[in-house]
């Protein structure tokens, strides 16, 4: 990142990874359930110099507070309030927004809530969306709902890429900051994961909605990235979703389960094209005719010339 600044909500400080602080544009990048703000390194430099992107960690997880009142805080309406008064900060009337996984189904209830509707400009869900596999679901709540211990680094790293591995990484490199950045060591030296081990009681305390309506209340532009290999969104839930949203724009990665890390061109140019567009003409993805500028710089890459 190249800045970092922090936003107080009631007792919680909420840090926020800003890249190209001085770009013209800006987006909010918001992460998944056990994640942090982090994960978009790669997606705010692939997206270019012309974005700020802002990526809050959410309390709970990376550099953010913990929460006294797990109950209370570690849920989706505390979110919202969380996310309404990271915009206030940077005086954000109108912004779009990226979400993997949990931050996907915020932003989802941001642009259906009328209260916030307004504030989100275009709305990018990776690998989520109004209905999830509740098989998927069940695993990772189960996952996410125990205390992880670790008694040498190098286990860490190994179950990492062992849960993780839907995250499609293929650099060495990466997965090595991956560990880096998700490990955080106890008192008596053993070592376990960054984020307080409370967040898995959302599943617990958190009001179950008709998130369908949620999706159908929508009225900005809608892109979900899916994984192909992804155990929590469905390729048939992608068809409802566009039903109920004739203009959504889909985009499957390959490699991918849940979910895709938006860590390579591929991934990223497509949500670029999608950030792009004039508001009022959002076309289907799947639209013929000339490829776009993303599509030709793929062709580019893989050495064909017909680009």
């Known amino acids: 990142m190249d800045e970092l600044d922090w936003v107080r909500v009631r007792e919680l400080e ?3 990874r800003i890249w190209h602080p001085d770009a013209p544009r800006t987006l909010v990048a918001w992460h998944g359930l056990a994640r942090h703000g982090g994960d978009f ?3 705010a430099r692939t997206l270019g110099p012309d974005w700020r992107v802002l990526a809050p960690d ?3 997880r990376g550099l953010s507070s913990w929460s006294l009142y797990p109950e209370h805080d570690y849920l989706y309406a505390h979110y919202m309030t969380i996310a309404a008064t990271v915009l206030d900060h940077f005086g954000l009337e109108r912004v779009p927004w990226v979400g993997t996984s949990m931050g996907g189904l915020l932003g989802m209830r941001l642009a259906a809530d009328p209260i916030t509707a307004d504030r989100i400009d275009r709305l990018v869900l990776n690998d989520v969306g109004p209905e999830l596999d509740p098989d998927g679901l069940a695993d990772l709540a189960g996952y996410f709902g125990v205390p992880h211990r670790f008694s040498r680094f190098s ?3 190994a179950e990492l890429r062992r849960h993780y591995a839907g995250f499609g990484i293929e650099d060495q490199a990466a997965w090595r900051r991956l560990a ?4 955080r060591r106890l008192p008596d030296g053993s070592w376990t994961y960054h984020y307080d081990p409370r967040i898995g009681e959302q599943f617990v305390h958190d009001t179950p909605r008709d998130t369908w309506a949620d999706w159908q209340a929508i009225r900005c532009p809608l892109m979900v990235v899916r994984g192909a290999d992804s155990p929590l969104l469905r390729a048939e839930t992608i068809e409802a979703m566009r ?3 004739p203009e959504l724009v889909s985009l ?3 490699g991918c389960g849940h979910a895709p890390m938006l860590d390579r061109p591929e991934q990223v140019w497509p949500i670029a094209d999608f950030l792009g567009r004039p508001r009022h003409r959002q076309l289907p993805g799947t639209a013929e005719g000339a490829p776009t500028w993303w599509q030709r710089g793929l062709r580019w890459l893989k050495g064909d010339g017909t680009g």
């Open 14 to 16: 909420v840090a926020v």
């Open 155 to 157: 286990e860490l790293a």
């Open 180 to 183: 880096l950045e998700s490990a």
């Open 41 to 43: 390194a790669a997606f």
């Open 243 to 245: 039903r109920a949203q």
């Open 58 to 60: 959410t309390p709970g």
């Open 252 to 254: 499957e990665a390959p």
